[in-house]
């Protein structure tokens, strides 16, 4: 599934490809993914990208006059294409863009500073100066394309209830202890829970726990002051890094999840990397926790 970190780099790349370009046009192959209308999508037809951004486990596309926002869910991967290029298997949607507006004097191009791609140069984006397709594929058809044309009061389901981003600057560690007081539950279903902060995941939540070297399992009424100072922390310091470590990763497949670089998650019987006794895994409702009993308490 991916998670704040995967869908920080998603953004930087799409907003970097897309931003400025009209979209030239759209097919959903998948019309399970779409909510919105033919008339709709059509309508979205030679409007600018302004931007590409995230939040939560969302893509927000911002237009011209429209906006389209892309929940992936567990299944849902992007990809870069040139017009024409064989087709993807299971492929959702595809959206075809005409070249970027490059007047520099241009306010509808994109201004923002270009993030950095340790050890790959920035030509593996699409030039800007070409035709390009935006893919989405989706084996399960779980995800979901909400078009929002202006004056159209659509439900984006999970949009609404969301918390702030976990990587939030404005989510202070006073404001982190002021929320975490209001839940209760296990520690892991409590940074998965999108209405205490947005973005974390099952990957994410067990990297984060590791860090805080505290226990899935225990129950956020039983930290101590210190211990919640301590996994405010280790979710600001593991978003980070990784963020860091897939900006050098996943390019030039963005289609592809990184995973292997994680310290715990599905490393089942594998060495804890900071005790190294065996690390342990456990599977309940679907999901997979992989902990270290000796160093998480």
């Given at each position: 599934m991916p998670e704040l970190p995967d869908l920080a780099i998603l953004a930087d790349a799409i907003d970097t490809a897309i931003s400025g370009r009209p979209i030239a046009g759209a097919t959903t192959p998948q019309s399970l993914v779409l909510r919105g209308t033919p008339a709709e999508l059509a309508a979205f037809e030679g409007q600018q990208v302004r931007e590409v951004f995230r939040r939560g486990k969302f893509l927000v596309f911002e237009l011209d006059r429209d906006r389209m926002i892309i929940n992936p869910m567990l299944t849902g991967r992007f990809g870069f294409a040139a017009p024409?290029?064989?087709?993807?298997?299971?492929?959702?949607?595809?959206?075809?863009?005409?070249?970027?507006?490059?007047?520099?004097?241009s306010t509808r191009g994109r201004a923002r500073a270009?993030?950095?791609?340790?050890?790959?140069?920035?030509?593996?984006?699409?030039?800007?100066?070409?035709?390009?397709?935006?893919?989405?594929?989706?084996?399960?058809?779980?995800?979901?394309?909400?078009?929002?044309?202006?004056?159209?009061?659509?439900?984006?389901?999970?949009?609404?209830?969301?918390?702030?981003?976990a990587d939030d600057p404005e989510?202070?560690?006073?404001?982190?202890?002021?929320?975490?007081?209001?839940?209760?539950?296990?520690?892991?279903?409590?940074?998965r829970n999108q209405e205490f902060v947005a973005g974390i995941g099952n990957a994410y939540s067990d990297e984060i726990l590791w860090a805080a070297r505290l226990a899935p399992f225990r129950k956020?009424?039983?930290?101590?002051?210190?211990?919640v100072e301590t996994l405010y922390h280790a979710t600001r310091?593991?978003?980070?890094?990784?963020?860091?470590?897939?900006?050098?990763?996943?390019?030039?497949?963005?289609?592809?999840?990184?995973?292997?670089?994680?310290?715990?998650?599905?490393?089942?019987?594998?060495?804890?990397?900071?005790?190294?006794?065996?690390?342990?895994?456990?599977?309940?409702?679907?999901?997979?926790?992989?902990?270290?009993?000796?160093?998480?308490?």
């Open positions: 024409g290029a064989k087709a993807w298997p299971q492929i959702a949607a595809s959206i075809s863009f005409g070249a970027a507006d490059l007047d520099p004097a270009l993030p950095t791609w340790p050890g790959l140069d920035a030509d593996w984006l699409p030039a800007r100066d070409s035709t390009m397709d935006l893919r989405y594929r989706d084996a399960t058809r779980m995800g979901k394309i909400y078009l929002l044309p202006k004056g159209v009061d659509r439900v984006v389901a999970g949009w609404d209830n969301q918390g702030p981003d989510l202070t560690l006073e404001v982190w202890r002021s929320r975490i007081a209001r839940y209760s539950g296990e520690l892991k279903n409590l940074l956020r009424s039983s930290l101590a002051a210190a211990e310091e593991t978003l980070a890094w990784a963020i860091n470590e897939l900006h050098r990763l996943v390019p030039p497949r963005l289609e592809v999840e990184q995973r292997k670089f994680l310290n715990v998650h599905r490393k089942g019987g594998e060495a804890c990397p900071r005790c190294g006794s065996k690390i342990s895994e456990v599977s309940a409702g679907g999901f997979v926790t992989s902990y270290c009993r000796s160093c998480q308490r």
